[in-house]
């Protein structure tokens, strides 16, 4: 069993950075991914890291603008997002991968990006 938390969110204008967190609990060494939902859109996919790292994979909205990573010591992963868009405003997601799905999911955190 996983528990997640993210935190980090907030509101930031046109242009500026936020870095989302995502503390784990339980085991931790999955890929983990973060996703996003904004109203009335379906939850899409942001980015997702390997457990050691050493992979990283991005949607191709946010390629160049945000870096996920990860700290296996502290059980965290991060989103550095920059540039943001009004268009990033949605309740972002972390999640765990088991096999070949995501089973273990936050509770989400809204990002609010005024133009």
Known sequence: Q????????GLVQAGGSLRLSCA???RTLYTMGWFRQAPVKEREFVASITWNGGS??????VKGRFTISRDN?????????NSLKPEDTA??????????QYV??????QVTVSS
């Open 2 to 9: 996983v528990q997640l938390e993210e935190s980090g969110g």
């Open 91 to 100: 309740v972002y997601y972390c999640a765990a991968r088991r096999l070949s």
């Open 56 to 61: 990283t994979d991005y949607a191709d909205s």
């Open 104 to 109: 273990y999911w936050g509770q989400g955190t």
């Open 73 to 81: 010591a502290k059980s965290t992963v991060y989103l550095q997002m």
């Open 24 to 26: 784990a609990s339980g």
